[in-house]
């Protein structure tokens, strides 16, 4: 209940300092960088402390595997950027992953209000893979973006842990 709060709150007044902008883009590449600045500000902080979860979980990983999840980390929304995301769809989209995938299914193809925000939580990460793409980004970097919400390698299941808990 109180991580919902948290999360709710961070939506509403995100707190981003500059200190917390140059950490995220010392660990990026310029076309990573790019990305990362044209996400809002709400999914910066959440990068950032997806990443931060990572970075202070002290997983068993080699430097370049660490160096790729925090890229992924710190991208893995990059797609919502494409669109234009209100505190209510954010709200609704928490609410309505605890209904069955039905009725998440029927409201998603229905041509109601209802149906773009969860058109967003279903397609980002396929967007953020292709924006990834073409912004030359690794192979697997790109891939973690993409299933930051069906994991299926190690590394995305660190990736959605630590998602989860943010």
Known sequence: MFYRLHQFLNAVFP???????????????????????????????????????????????????LETLITAALLHDCGKSLVSIRLWHRVYIVLMQKMPLSIWSCLEQSNTVFASPLKIATYHAQWGERLAKKAGLNAQVCLLIREHHSPKTDLGHILAQADNMS
């Open 15 to 65: 707190k981003i300092d500059s200190w917390d902008i140059k950490w995220a883009l010392n660990h990026l590449s310029p076309e990573a960088s790019e990305l990362f600045l044209k996400q809002s500000w709400v999914e910066q902080r959440h990068a950032i402390d997806v990443t931060k979860k990572i970075v202070n979980a002290k997983n068993l990983l080699s430097h370049p595997d």
